[in-house]
DNA sequence: TCATTTGATGAAGGATTCTTCGGGTTTGGG
DNA sequence: CCCAAACCCGAAGAATCCTTCATCAAATGA
């Protein structure tokens, strides 16, 4: 999946009335509930329609296929997921370093959590629909913060390089996605958000030993 | 995908004469080489009992269904996976902990890098596949290799627990995850592999002196 | 050798889905 | 009020693909 193969799933058209700006974003949570009701292997173009309440002659006016339907939710769902741990990036600022990653850590699970049953069913269609290419895209902006972050630490110690941060994302991603995808109680969630917060930690401070 | 709808992909026959077995084999086969020269996307049952040399009907006759292809070759490369970690685990037992960890992540990124490509196309039909159910069965087998060879570190302090080491292999799967999709250069490979010894060695330590 | 079991075939049935397009409806400005 | 643009409709075209089953071939072993 090439990243310029991301074009064949951007919109056909842009609403202009008030009335189609409804239709599209009724188009876009019935995406939502048909793949929470139905799972991704039996949304179709039509039932998709169908629960928006609009014809799929509609829906193809302003999606130009499928897969544009999933794209668009997956990709508003990550950018929110990314704004949240900007947002504890910038509020973290300052901060010993230590509890930096414990906001940013904690952030990004309670902004996965909030939403764990869209999460999931993402999970599932991310890979048909350009998700590694837009986790690149936009893991990048988290890497960014998360930078920036970590160099208004107090003590003034050399922070950790790119590859460090983006080995650290991968790996927080990665085990909350087992974790969603084992269906968590809140017990285990409670206990995978200080252990998750505890290993971005120990690596962090490693990693700013080796170097500094 | 819940376990037991395991059982929708296991085989429908098992091979007697030698001459079924040498089919089985090239089916599997033939399923990979599809998978990785058509995409997911485009892999059908008919395609691939082309590449195999046989027909379709008999394909359907040791398999029951296009999933339990997949299945079956997911299956396997876990398994494979899983066994060279295990192998790790008992060749690093009673040596330092920093040591038992370089080597049980060393052996881990090696596995799936041998496979790279695999690796990355199995991602991709993980889901569509019981991908998760089968994680959970054979991460616990991981799990258990880990635990055992971390009951024999010289230092007596009290090892992590399960719940910490099941965090620390999500982790590192996840991390391997995210680079493998991303495409890495062998230099990139490299450093991620210290990186990733560097992330689960302090965060094992860190497991450890807590509750130690 | 011959009957029985095992293995292989591939055309065709059956089902599903994506997507288009010709035609009707609503909106909003002039 | 009127017309062009925006919007909506949904039956039908077109393309795939999965899976079966009746039939033929090969192997086994008694």
Redesign the pocket.
């Known amino acids: 999946m090439s990243a310029d193969a991301l074009v064949a799933f951007e919109p056909r058209?842009?609403?202009?009335?008030?009335?189609?700006?409804?239709?599209v974003e009724a188009i876009s949570q019935a995406t939502i509930q048909v793949l929470l009701s139905h799972g991704a292997e039996?949304?179709?173009?039509?039932?998709v329609?169908e629960r928006a309440?609009?014809?799929?002659?509609?829906?193809?006016?302003?999606y130009?296929?499928?897969?544009s339907l999933l794209f668009a939710v997956l990709e508003h769902h990550m950018n929110n997921v990314a704004a949240t741990v900007e947002a504890a990036c910038e509020r973290a600022c300052h901060k010993p370093l230590a509890e930096m990653i414990k906001e940013m850590v904690e952030a990004f699970v309670d902004a996965k959590m909030e939403r764990a049953d869209i999460s999931v069913a993402l999970y599932r269609v991310s890979a048909d629909v350009g998700g590694p290419t837009l986790i690149k895209r936009i893991s990048q902006r988290s890497r960014k913060a998360v930078e920036a972050m970590l160099q208004t630490v107090p003590d003034a110690k050399s922070s950790p390089d790119k590859f460090a941060i983006d080995i650290m994302l991968a790996a927080m991603a990665g085990a909350m996605r087992s974790l969603l995808e084992a269906g968590p109680t809140s017990s285990t969630v409670r206990k995978s958000r200080e252990q998750l917060v505890l290993l971005c930690q120990s690596y962090m401070a490693a990693a700013t030993a080796r170097r500094g």
């Open positions: 058209k842009t609403p202009i009335q008030a009335r189609s700006t409804v239709t039996r949304l179709t173009t039509t039932r329609a309440g609009v014809s799929v002659g509609t829906l193809y006016q302003y130009p296929n499928k897969q």
